[in-house]
């Protein structure tokens, strides 16, 4: 998730931090700057791929460093020493009036996208709880939907304590997440970027979040053309990292000790990893791995070109459930295809087990029938028509046709339009061209009084399930009368 | 949506009474005549549906949107009422179908209008509709039995759509009373019962039907706190249109649906099939599909626009040409079934006979700016079509590093078409699930896990780590060694193989040695062989745990391969380092056999980081069992010659070879005195390869 940092640049940040011994006068911008560039050094040697942006405002605002891409959810880090200031245009103002604002200037706050708002202090919570800053502070948050924490130093306002409460951000929001890859016994150490997120489902019945386990274990293979452009909750780069490289902690990767990692990767750039190989090979088969990512949650890995031709291992997480996608079927129930006695995707690979056919058609897909506008009862009536004129060749679609406006008439309890068909189908004999083969005379009259009869609602002729069939004529070259 | 929100129970009550047999009064003509058959035939008089005949259609279309979006999980339960009620499926999964509802329709058949008024009533069905909103559907009992000690997360909420012709808002007020009461007697008996749960919340809609031209005698209503069991809202509606409009807008209130109308479709005429139209088709959604424009706030520049009676909205979409293809991995963050609005218009048919015929087609966001946005794309799956939501906002994961870029990344010799073939003999297939399945047995997603693990026991990952998988002749045993158990004709096989290798070492064929990395001509031939048996038995040890016939494979091994006595060999060599690795190589064979290739792995990581460092070297080291550089230690037993497996080496043949190792590192040899058998080569050899005789010397033939 990018990053916004907003830095309080007002007055009262000047204010000087009063140590015991009189060593060196910091005020409090400079601990609040000591802060920044430990997360930002933190964010350069363990979370290099994070976009970081960089305002200061006091009473205006001022762009330091700007974001070059728009993005679609942000971490917003405040710093600032919690002196709200007073009056028009201060925060402890603004949120009084909250209600009373006009359409055209809302509160920034809820943000219009998903946003985590972390709250850095340069101030201790005793000072904070002192005058009612703390209360706006967190009424901010829960404006932001309650997605975020305020953090306040601990003790003595010095840059140890400075540091140490950014050190609790940066767990909080910025530790890399690490992760072993697992194909059987092929592994490698990977880091995952950006960090999965815990995910909510339905809170009412399981109100644990899932977490992404450290264990990303894949069950199998599946072509693209299969798993068909699925739909994902998030994204992640699959990196590869060195295993004897310990990732360290806090505050590591000072300036100097960037260089000695550079050649360090530059010498793993040549032992074998594992994520290459598979990388290589899902690119060119055109394949994505399926991997499990925790109990019943799963996401599959894949090869991601940009456009400029440089292309990595990502992983794209589904839905947590049981069944993701209801083409692939339940998860649980793919197999090896040596558990089929024979290969799904046949000898040549001409066939595939994939998609899973769903038990019931939908609508769409089965010719259902629909009269709600008189459009469609016309169309059905005027299609038994045109089969009616062209008997016996019609006969069987004739047939089809008049079976499925009857049963639809039936389940409507529409007997009305049973008897007018029946009417219709009468007249249409009447009409017949003395040219016409006696066979269709015959057809229509039968298939008239069956209408007629399936009208009355005597449950022998007016069941569902019970078609009209042709009747017997003994006419040569009648057709396909049986 | 929460899994037992009310959507998860719908009781549908329809008032059969024989009030419900009285004409709609909207007049359908169904016999449309053409001009030339028009003279002389009285057109027949049109049709009219009835009250109960609206209801019924309208309910099915209803219930055919919500099948169509949410196949599973959310369920319907029908009920008629009149002087009794006649409940028309269960809750169960499998009675929820419209072909199953309209089946039980025709048996009920148009209400009798001579039935008795007085013993007709819908509180029957609504007394009814409650008792089973009581009723345990499979999914609570499912979460009930999972969720154990917490089962009173699963909470029973439903609601009742009853449609029916009310006298008054008295009238209407009595119902509600009605259900109210019945709610609270029901719930008393849930309580002491099992396979009934008390009811949480009930939403009642009632809709009353009235025909058209007459006056309504009931008001409409917005939805009102009966009490905190029960809301309850009333919607006054003419039959025909009106009412069916009226159903369509609440099944999106109550499954949280969205219209979008994708238009520019280019459509062929009927008659005119060398014209092309453009038509329109509004399709129904979850709403979820349009969260990106309620996000952006930019839902009005998507197009959207008010229909018919402004009390709906739909979203504009553009149909897009080109099309796309299946083997795109598109970036998708949703996915949602679809019904269309008008199933049976042709424009709606023809879109989903183009799709179900398995063509995807993109959709584009019509933008003021001009600029082009695609941001849906539908596509069928199985026979369901589904609205893929496309990401269109700029991801922070847009300018990667490349993967060459980072560990492994200066790699060039990775086995890739190896692992493609493996990753296709690891495809996934559904299992059928069975019903009588053995607990012990494994499910199949751990089948296929364990089916990995089997076929990654030994797997090198770049070409210079291994000799055996570069050799077409290994491919019989390789590709059956791995199975969990070996039929008689499989041992054959890998036994087959076997001697097919003993046969190659006897004639001394070339071997795939890799040389990479290394200058001159690599190791010796015999020293060549004397690898390829120790990665082949490396590979069938990983198995031998499996059973008793990998075993056999082993034992075959063993017994087959020619067999310089090894340890010794060692010693000879007397250095530290070989130590060390002998010693690591015996606790690996004394330990489980398995882990000895992740152990030789780890070794090999060692071996290659040598490896920089020795650039003069001129030997692969690519396992443990390499030989020692051949500019070092040049040493008699590396250049034994074929003739030393019969017997004992003659003061001869040991002079001539110091002097020709000693040679040898003065000039390069003739290649045809290298590969020579007993100082004779033979000619022309390229020939026999040319046929097809033989191996290519570096990597394997093509298969």
Partial sequence: ?482 | MKLFSVSHKTAFVVDHCPYMAESSRQQVECDVLTKSRGQGVIPLAPVSKSLWTCAVECSMEYCRILYDVYPTKKLVNYIVSDSEFHILNSWRQEDQSTHELMSALAAVGPPNPREDPECCSVLHGLVAAVESLCKITEYQHEARTTLMDTADRVANRGRIICLTNAKSDTHVRMLEDCVQETILEQNKMAASSDRLMPIQQCELVLVHIFPQGEDTLVSDRPKKEVSSLLTSEVHSVRAGRHLATKLNILVQQHFDLASTTITNIPMKEEQHANTSANYDVELLHHRDAHLEFFKSGDLHMAGSTSRDSGLKETVTLKWCTPRTNSVELHYCTGAYRISPTDVNSRPSSCLTNFLLNGRSVLLEQPRKSGSKVISHMLSSHGGEIFLHVLNSTRSTLEDPPSISEGCGGRVTDYRITDFGEFMRENRLTPVPETLDADASEKIPSERAKAQLERHTRYWPMIISQTTIFNMQAVVPLANLIVKESLSEEDVLTCQKTVYNLVDMERKNDPLPISTVGSRGKGPKRDEQYRIMWNELETLVKTHVGGSDKHQRVLDCISACRSKPPEEEERKKRGRKREDKEDKSEKNCNKDTEDKSWQESERLKGALDREKEEQVESEVIKDSPDSPEPLNKKPRLEEIQLPEKAKGPVSLLTMWTNRITVANSRKHQEFAGRISSVNNKAELYQHLKDENGMDLHENGKAAR
């Fill in chain 1, 1 to 482: 998730m990018p990053t916004v940092v907003l830095m309080d640049a007002s007055l009262s940040m000047t204010r000087p931090v009063s140590l015991d011994q009189g060593s060196e006068e910091l005020q409090r911008k400079n601990l609040a700057v000591a802060g920044l560039t430990m997360l930002f050094e933190h964010m350069a040697s363990n979370y290099r791929l994070e976009f970081t942006s960089l305002v200061a405002f006091s009473s205006l605002w001022e762009l330091l460093v700007p974001f070059t891409r728009d993005y679609n959810t942000l971490q917003v880090v405040l710093v600032t020493d919690g002196s709200l200031g007073i009056g028009k245009g201060s925060l402890r103002h603004s949120l009084q009036t909250l209600k009373q604002r006009p359409e055209d200037k809302k509160f920034p706050l809820p943000f219009p996208f998903p946003a985590k708002l972390f709250i850095m202090c340069i101030a201790s919570a005793e000072e904070l709880q002192m005058t009612d800053t703390m209360d706006n502070l967190e009424k901010l948050l829960q404006l932001n939907g309650g997605d975020g924490q305020i953090f306040t130093m601990e003790g003595q306002l010095c840059l140890k304590s400075v540091q140490s409460m950014f050190g609790r951000l940066i767990d909080a929001a910025y530790s890399p997440f690490h992760a072993v890859l697992r194909c059987g016994n092929l592994t490698s150490d990977v880091q995952v970027f950006p960090r999965p997120e815990p995910v909510f489902l339905d809170q009412e019945v399981d109100p644990l979040p899932k977490h992404v386990l450290t264990d990303l274990e894949i069950v199998g293979f599946i072509e693209i053309g299969d798993i068909s452009s699925p739909p994902v909750i998030s994204r992640h780069l699959v990196l590869p990292i060195a295993v004897s490289k310990e990732v360290d902690d806090v505050g590591a990767g000072a300036p100097e000790e960037l260089e000695e990692e550079t050649s360090a990767n530059q010498q793993a750039g040549k032992a074998p990893n594992f994520c290459v190989l598979l990388h290589g090979s899902l690119k060119v088969e055109g394949m994505v791995a399926l991997v499990q990512v925790g109990p019943e949650w799963h996401g599959m890995l894949y090869s991601q070109a940009d456009s400029k031709k440089k292309s990595n291992l990502m992983m794209s997480l589904f839905e947590p459930g049981p069944e993701p996608l209801p083409w692939l079927g339940k998860m649980s129930q793919l197999g090896p295809i040596s558990d089929a006695a024979e290969n799904p995707y046949g000898e040549d690979d001409s066939r595939s087990p994939f998609p899973l056919q769903p038990p019931v058609k939908r609508s769409y897909a089965q010719n259902v029938t629909v009269w709600i506008k008189a459009s469609g009862l016309q169309t059905d009536v005027q299609k038994i028509l045109r089969n009616a004129r062209k008997l016996p060749e019609k006969t069987q679609t004739f047939y089809k046709e008049l079976n499925r406006l009857r049963k639809a008439a039936l389940a409507f309890g529409f007997w009305e339009l049973l008897k007018g068909v029946a009417e219709l189908l009468e007249r249409e004999c009447t009409l017949l061209p003395d040219t016409a083969h006696p066979d269709a005379a015959f057809q229509l009259s039968h298939a008239a009084q069956q209408l007629k009869l399936a009208s009355t609602g005597d449950s022998q002729y007016s069941l569902f399930e019970h078609n009209i069939n042709p009747m017997h004529t003994d006419f040569s070259g009648g057709g396909v009368g049986v």
